[in-house]
């Protein structure tokens, strides 16, 4: 057999051991329904966000990450909840903790100051990483908010 055909085929039984493994695993109920719920409320150029992050099952999470970004720029050098860390000036990335399947984690409140005075923003929430699990229903753990200058909640 040529060079060229062995190293091929050693691709071909690499990639096959990768997706059956990742298929096993799977199978094993490596299984997570990650769903993130709370509101957001901006007033007089700060941004608030309450957020409550659950696992439907079947599998315990060890860890999550939630990504928090907002259509506007925040005001810099604001402290954030030992917990998070800033992406960039509109993107704050939080940890969750250990998410236990059919649990939830405390709330995460978040209050910041935006870098101007936004009569609108958008905000955007969503699962960055789920310590592998699969979730076969993202719908409920990523949301788009349009949150008007009123400082109501807006749910999600």
Known sequence: MS?????????????????????????VGHEADLAHHGH?????GRVGVLLVSENHGPSDVS?????ISFSEPLAGGQPLPPTCLWGSDRVVVCRTG???????VDALALDLRTAGSADEMTVDIGT???????????RNDRHRVLVLATGDPYVF
């Open 63 to 67: 860890q999550a990450t939630v990504r």
């Open 40 to 44: 957001v409320s901006l007033w007089e």
């Open 98 to 104: 250990a998410l236990r399947a059919a649990g939830a």
């Open 3 to 27: 060079v060229m055909r062995k190293a091929l085929l050693g691709v071909a039984l690499a990639a096959a051991v990768v997706l059956g493994a990742g298929e096993s695993a799977r199978a």
């Open 128 to 138: 960055l990483w789920s310590d592998g699990a699969v979730d076969d229903n993202p």
